[in-house]
């Protein structure tokens, strides 16, 4: 391991956990391609947009218990 490497690894660990965890998101983001980083722009548009809708009450909310239980219907049926 380089110096540099070195160095920056040992700044990079002396951040806060959530520092660190959006150091690593940006450095992973650095990889993608331009069209991989317009679908992640896209998709959080989308997000922030179901979010307000949310907040609005626009959007109707089904508990995770509802979900379960009609993909187990689903299988039972399918099965």
């Known amino acids: 391991m380089s110096a540099q490497r070195a160095k920056v690894l040992e700044d990079a660990l002396s951040l806060s ?6 150091l ?5 983001a650095s990889l993608d391609s331009p069209a991989q980083r317009r679908i992640d722009h ?7 947009g179901r979010l307000d809708a949310f907040d609005r009450g ?19 049926d399918a099965g």
């Not at 896209?42 to 922030?48: D, I, K, M, R």
């Not at 626009?58 to 039972?76: G, N, P």
């Open 17 to 22: 956990p959530a520092e660190r965890a959006e």
């Open 24 to 28: 690593v998101d940006e450095l992973l």
């Open 42 to 48: 896209l998709w959080a548009q989308e997000a922030e």
């Open 58 to 76: 626009e959007i109707k909310t089904v508990s995770a218990k509802q979900v379960f239980e009609e993909l187990d219907r689903r299988k039972t």
